[in-house]
């Protein structure tokens, strides 16, 4: 399956990674190539109710692609604070209204190696390159656990040829095309990613 062909299934897409997956050529590809609106997410989450501001972006009309943060709550929440401001009941509640609007979550990721060689580019801490490996683990438990209650579409990055570094696409460059895995209910052995993520601090 290649991302033409799925992103075609869907009017929402909600766009999520790790630290260090490219998200934004990806989002510049569905925004030219397939007419999608490309929104992005605020990191400041309401205290009362934190996934308002994504449910309020299911209301806009058109084909909309999210660059999101709520799943990346779910895992670095616990890694990082010791908890998440999203519970994950609100995150069932979120991905249900995501089905509902045709919609599926977009899981970017890479090898933990280039992960580590892309932030320490960019002056990652090495607090922070430490958790790479729990993140990406995290994010997959993650994302297996919302395919309960909408699709998921799984777009693993390339890596450099050769194995050296890569600088990532330019600002006006379109969106490469990784191969595009999908999956959905039922999935056997489906693990919360926070017990898992609480052992890596």
């Known amino acids: 399956m290649n991302l033409d062909h799925a992103v075609a299934q869907h009017r929402t897409l909600i ?26 997410a605020s990191r400041d989450l309401p205290h009362l109710d ?17 660059d ?15 908890h998440s401001r999203v519970t994950w009941i609100q995150a069932f509640d979120f991905a249900e209204a995501v089905a509902e609007r045709d919609g599926a979550f977009v899981h970017v990721t890479a090898p ?57 696409p330019g600002r006006d460059e379109a969106a490469p095309e990784p191969p595009v895995a999908s999956f959905a209910r039922p999935l056997p052995r489906i693990r919360s990613p926070v017990p898992h993520c609480a052992q890596h601090r």
């Not at 260090?20 to 569905?30: E, F, I, M, P, S």
């Not at 999101?68 to 010791?82: D, F, M, Q, S, T």
């Open 15 to 40: 766009v999520e990674g790790c630290d260090g997956v490219g998200r934004d050529a990806l989002l510049t590809g569905l925004a030219r190539r397939h007419g999608y609106t490309v929104t992005r």
């Open 50 to 66: 934190p996934v308002r501001p994504y449910r309020e972006l299911l209301q806009l009309d058109g084909a909309l692609a999210v």
């Open 68 to 82: 999101a943060g709520l799943v990346g709550e779910l895992v670095y929440g616990p890694l990082r604070r010791g």
């Open 112 to 168: 933990v190696q280039v992960l580590e060689v892309r932030l320490a580019a960019r002056g990652a801490s090495a607090a922070d390159l430490a958790e790479i490996d729990a993140a990406v683990t995290g994010y997959d438990h993650a994302f297996s656990t919302l395919a309960e209650h909408a699709p998921v579409l799984t777009v693993e990055e390339r890596p450099a040829p050769g194995g050296g570094p890569d600088p990532g």
